[in-house]
């Protein structure tokens, strides 16, 4: 099976998704703001993602942080988007990193890249290079590997990824973004909280 983001739709009735739904539109909706790759694909769903999940808020200013990152987009070009991705999160000197080997070791392509390329690979799931050229411990495709396990209601196994992986660094990831302005700002402040959740559910 491959890794792939599937543009979740919203549809009328969504207001009836459970709550494992409403997590899985998430972690897709995270993934599309956190691989390069998805953003420009992604963005006209992206917004009505944002909308379904204003309806599952889970702390008091995250309807606003919804808010806000649409209008960043409306009034501002793609373009701005993607070069605030790459001021944030590409360039050697960028202030936040997405890679767990990055935050564990210091380096890139540790012993945590390939613990997370085990886990895949016990779960017969493979990274489709159409989707990202991220290796496999980035954050938005541990975001993809989460929402795959959980359509396939991989409870246990979900928790174990969780716990090794993004447990380990996304207090670390929404510290950065909060000393920053614009789009990722209240992107770190919806990652904030439903992390938050996450981590209660999984420990």
Partial sequence: MIIQ???????????DST????????????ASF???ELLEKHLKIAKKQMDFLAGFALR??????????????????????????????????????LYLSSWLEECNGGESLVMVRN?????ALILSRAISCENEDHLGILCLFMKQLLEQ?????????????????????????????????YFGIVMESFFSLETSLMS
């Fill in 5 to 15: 983001s599937h543009n979740i739709g919203i549809q009328t009735n969504a207001i």
């Fill in 153 to 185: 209601a991989k409870e246990e196994e979900a928790r174990e990824v969780f716990n090794k992986t993004i447990a380990k660094i996304w207090e670390k990831i929404v510290f950065g973004l909060r000393a920053e302005k614009g789009f990722y700002s």
């Fill in 34 to 36: 956190l691989l390069y």
């Fill in 119 to 123: 886990m895949l690979k016990d779960q």
């Fill in 19 to 30: 709550f494992r739904s409403a997590r899985i539109v998430y972690y897709d909706f995270l």
């Fill in 60 to 97: 008091d200013g995250d309807e606003v942080a919804f808010e806000m990152m649409k209008k960043e987009i409306e009034q501002k070009d793609i373009e701005d988007i993607l070069n605030e991705y790459t001021r944030l999160f590409s360039m050697p000197n960028s202030p936040v990193s």
